[in-house]
């Protein structure tokens, strides 16, 4: 089945640098990858996604990327203001339809 | 709309009850799903639904039962709780025939002792 690992786990930075999450998936049919955020006490809320058919996505600080060939994506985050403090989680879907396959989340964490 | 809503928010249970998480979706989702948070293993998935009378295992499926009687619920069972059983648990749902993003409930923390 499918595999994701996301790194780093945690991740510290000033306010107003940039911000970069990387994941990885192990089934090369996988073709959906959306990003989710969590804030202390609630449930994931996507914050932006990106097709197999796509290379990048933007929207407005946010970005993600996506590399086919060495089955890789990434959350880039510049900008960074101290409300973008969660723990991020990335995913990855095999097929329409299918199930989701969460990465093990990074800690974000932007000091003012 | 409400969303998708979880309850209870909050439980502590002893080994070897049993009890029911309660999830409902007013969205008309096909899709529904439960995970289980852990710390630093991220979100597991235990079981998943396609639809009405149609329900499937996920990652971490045992000890746990689900059915699927209606598009709007989708309860999880826990047979007999275990401490191992101890997590955050979320529920979640989307439609399907193309890659749609889940709405998450706001989670049932669940304490076995």
């Known amino acids: 089945g499918e595999n994701v690992e996301q790194h780093p786990s945690t991740l510290s930075v000033q306010e107003g640098d940039s911000a970069v999450i990387k994941c990885t998936y192990s089934d090369s049919a996988s073709n959906y990858f959306p990003w989710y955020k969590q804030e202390l006490g609630k449930g994931p809320q996507l914050i932006i996604d990106i097709r197999s058919n796509v290379g990048e996505k933007k929207d407005q600080r946010i970005a993600v990327t996506l590399n086919k060939t060495a089955k890789h994506f990434s959350l880039h985050i510049t900008e960074t203001q101290p409300e973008d403090s969660a723990v991020y989680f990335c995913a990855a879907k095999l097929y329409q339809g299918g199930k989701l396959i969460f990465g093990q989340g990074t800690e974000l964490s932007v000091k003012p | 709309n409400a969303g998708v809503t979880q309850t209870p928010k909050f439980q502590v249970l002893k080994t070897g009850q049993s009890m029911t998480l309660q999830c409902a979706q007013d969205?008309?989702?096909?899709?529904m799903s439960w995970y289980r948070q852990d710390p630093g293993m991220g979100l597991r998935l235990i079981h998943y639904s396609v639809g009405a009378g149609i329900t499937d295992q996920g990652e971490v499926p045992n000890g746990y039962n689900v059915s699927r009687s209606t598009t709007e619920d989708f309860p999880l069972r826990l047979l007999s709780a275990a401490p191992s059983q101890t997590s955050v648990y979320f529920c979640?749902?989307?439609?399907?025939?193309?890659?749609?993003?889940?709405?998450f409930g706001s989670g049932t923390r669940l304490t076995v002792v």
């Open positions: 969205m008309n989702h096909e899709y």
């Open positions: 979640a749902s989307s439609r399907t025939g193309g890659n749609y993003g889940y709405t």
